[in-house]
């Protein structure tokens, strides 16, 4: 009987200990996978550094869009702050100047190099960080 | 008239759905005119409801725009065909397809035959009180039936362009088909837990119909990726969107319980961890429900923000949870401690896939509650994207499919013959091998994980034509379903990883009767048309596009949606069995030039072929349960 506990004692330790590193292994692999997600505001009072990818929320400046060959650079408002993106591709439907847009990139001098430009499905949309204001 | 007719016969129908559900309650289950009396309740709570709906279709098609739902949502100048889909284009709608669903599984369950009169009816009776409690949260929070006062409007605001498609006309439905069939499983376990008579073998009764809703739930996010990869316009068949996630999160935990269901009805092992899994199922469903209605979190499908939904739901699901799962704890002690699972054999190979699925699970979960939990503390809104989801499913699927390989000769309750099945193994890790220098000297240079997946999706494969071809020489029994499932498993993993390697896209600025070449494609801007539609125009840009001495047009399009106003891009895509050439047009430059996105998407029919070979394996076993029933 004693024998047979303590197997039972080793397994159940074995399966915490297990469970344990895999739960922490999945924590890390979560920590070292986020996008951040700021408004302009926040981007200049926060610091960034280069190699982590950021999402940013806002609206399309007006008269900001400009288009070179492939690129297109815009700016991003927060009705405070603003944020240059550059980004090379096509650009969603929905995105046109005055409207909401999500951008995902990284960092370069101040300025955004976009990998991604979201716009959403719908076109009364505005990011929830800025419906919140 | 007709809309206040609809309106009664559901409340008529989720009153009577609670006489069911006291009828179970009060009646003695094992006798059988008390069966027929359940059963007849049953029916005609569903029939009276499916009335309401069909009523509710008429309306649609009729343009009755004093429905307040259908006037913002459908509209005059749609095709019929439109406008019954619209009625599940947002929320409302959807939800009512849901519960018309969940209670029509309930029906064909309701018709079926039991010798168990008991756990029969205990489970017609559990169906009936979520049915209620879907009902009730249908009719306070998200009421389909309410009017615009005080005057109708003349025309409708219309359906959502990009949802005018046919693809997403039927992703929908099949996909609640296979979220609420999962209601079968679980009511019947909480049936057999509180019967407490551990000799009924629910498992095996269970069988076809998870099955069943298991297939509708694989064609349904199948459907799912193949719209979104034509009609975004991104060329992408998964993005990790949450509510992607919460569609695959019970698909994994079903196809978990489809395996673990087998070792319980076979062998008498793990019953207790499969009645969990029929719990943790249809839960994950509940909460694809929750996270997708509740608006909690951002995503392109999320259709409504309103919080009292978040909040019924919530509740509600929080009910089921604790209920099920206090049942569940109180009746551990009704089964004799089991036998101990023999190692290597394929109880213990089964058990180890469920650790994998566990995993996947585990993780996904985190990964779509994480940014809400993190908000809350930190205060800063984070998003879990791609990166993540490929650092944890990478591995798990290499490591899945090394114990599938080796498991493949496994029997029930007996250690594997290591010899002889290891043999098989070596030979098809030579073929896999040499596969992999094959692909290497096409394809060049690749990372070490996308080769490890290359040669785990060979080594699926080699090893599973070497069974078929040995079994068909001995005059052996194959089980043709798993073959065809897993061989979708190693389709899956080899088209996904040659997908992500060797596809690529350009951007180009081009006018009219301009040529430029990407790869060894010629592409030439031949002309741009003007075309009027019932609800949009259009302007359709044709291009000439040579390739290997083959010449075919492809012609992308950008719509005006005149109700919304909203413009929507029309893909072209020149399908290959090897890879689509997949166009798309931007915006009109100054200069007359366009933007144009040419892309090379490598392999992307395969893998939806895949998860059609693990669809039709699924209908597979159920014609075999079936063929051996009658």
Known sequence: MKVHRKKRLINILLLSLLSGSGILMVLYALNSNLDYFFTPSELITEEISDNRRVKVGGMVLEGSVDRDNTTINFTITDYSETVDVSYTGIVPDLFKEGSGVVVLGYLNEGKLDAEKVLAKHDENYMPPALKEK | ?630
Request: aromatic share 14%; hydrophobic share 50%; net charge neutral.
């Open chain 2, 1 to 630: 008239m007709i809309l206040d007719i609809a309106h009664y016969l559901s409340i008529l129908s989720t009153a009577i759905f609670m006489l069911t559900f006291t009828l179970v309650l009060i009646l003695d289950r094992s006798v059988s005119h008390s069966t027929l009396l359940i059963k007849r309740s049953y029916s005609h709570a569903f029939l009276l409801f499916l009335i309401s709906f069909l009523l509710y279709v008429y309306l649609a098609l009729t343009d009755n725009f004093s429905v307040s739902y259908i006037a913002q949502h459908s509209n005059s100048l749609l095709p019929n065909f439109y406008k019954v889909t619209s009625i599940w284009s947002a929320h409302e709608g959807s939800m009512f397809l849901w519960i018309i669903f969940l209670s029509l599984w309930g029906f064909i369950f309701n018709l079926s035959t039991d010798r168990d009169l008991k756990v029969k009816n205990l489970s017609i009776g559990i169906i009936s009180i979520i049915i209620v409690g879907f009902q009730l949260f249908l009719l306070i929070t998200s009421n389909p039936f309410e009017v615009v006062l005080p005057f109708a409007p003349e025309n409708g605001a219309d359906i959502n362009p990009v949802l005018q498609d046919p693809a997403l006309a039927i992703h929908p439905p099949t996909l609640y088909l296979g979220y609420v069939g999962f209601v079968i499983p679980f009511a019947y376990a909480l049936a057999f837990l509180i019967n407490k008579d551990q000799s009924i073998e629910w498992e095996k009764k269970v069988k076809s119909w998870s099955v069943m809703a298991w297939v509708f739930l694989t064609i349904g996010i199948s459907l799912g990726s193949w719209w979104a990869y034509y009609e975004l316009g991104w060329g992408g068949y998964w993005f990790w969107d949450p509510v992607e996630n919460v569609a695959l999160m019970p698909w994994l935990a079903a196809t978990a319980f489809l395996h673990s269901l087998s070792v319980a009805s076979k062998s008498n092992v793990l019953r207790i961890w499969t009645l969990l899994l029929s719990i943790i199922v249809f839960s994950l469903s509940l909460f694809g429900a929750f996270i997708v209605r509740s608006g909690i979190i951002d995503s392109i499908h999320s259709f409504a923000n309103d919080p009292q939904r978040g909040m019924y739901l919530l509740a509600f699901i929080a009910v089921i949870l604790f209920v099920s799962l206090g049942l569940f704890a109180s009746r551990l002690n009704m089964f004799e401690s089991s036998k101990n699972i023999k190692a290597l054999s394929k109880e213990s190979f089964i058990s180890l896939n469920n650790i994998f699925f566990g995993v996947l699970i585990f993780s996904t979960m985190m990964g779509i509650t994480y940014p809400l939990i993190y908000e809350l503390i930190y205060d800063q809104k984070i998003s879990v994207g791609a990166p993540f989801y490929n650092a944890i499913y990478a591995p798990i699927t290499i490591l899945a499919t090394m114990i599938l390989v080796i498991s493949i000769d496994s029997r029930w309750g007996r250690t594997i013959d290591t010899g002889r099945s290891f043999n098989m193994l070596y030979i098809s890790l030579a073929m896999g091998l040499i596969g992999l220098s094959l692909i290497r000297y096409f394809v060049g240079d690749m990372s070490f994980i996308i080769m490890i997946s290359f040669l785990m999706g060979l080594i699926i494969i080699f090893r599973y034509l070497i069974l078929v071809i040995k079994n068909i020489l001995e005059k052996k029994y194959i089980n043709t379903p798993s073959v065809i499932a897993h061989t979708g498993l190693g389709l899956l993993i080899l088209s996904i990883s040659a997908n992500s390697i060797l596809s690529s896209e350009k951007v180009f600025n081009m006018k009219p009767n301009e040529v430029r070449k990407f790869e060894n494609i010629r592409i030439e801007f031949n002309d741009l048309e003007l075309l009027n539609n019932s609800n949009h125009d259009s302007i359709k840009a044709t291009f000439a596009l040579d390739h290997n001495g083959k010449s075919f047009y492809l012609s992308p399009e950008k719509r005006k949606y005149f109700a919304r106003g909203q413009i929507t891009s029309e893909t072209a895509i020149k399908i290959m069995p090897i890879r689509d050439i997949y166009l798309t047009i931007g915006e009109q430059l100054e200069g007359g030039q366009w933007v144009v996105n040419v892309q090379l998407n490598y392999f992307i029919r395969f893998i939806w072929l895949s998860a059609a070979m693990m669809a039709f394996s699924g209908l597979l076993i159920i014609s075999n349960i079936i063929r051996r029933k009658s």
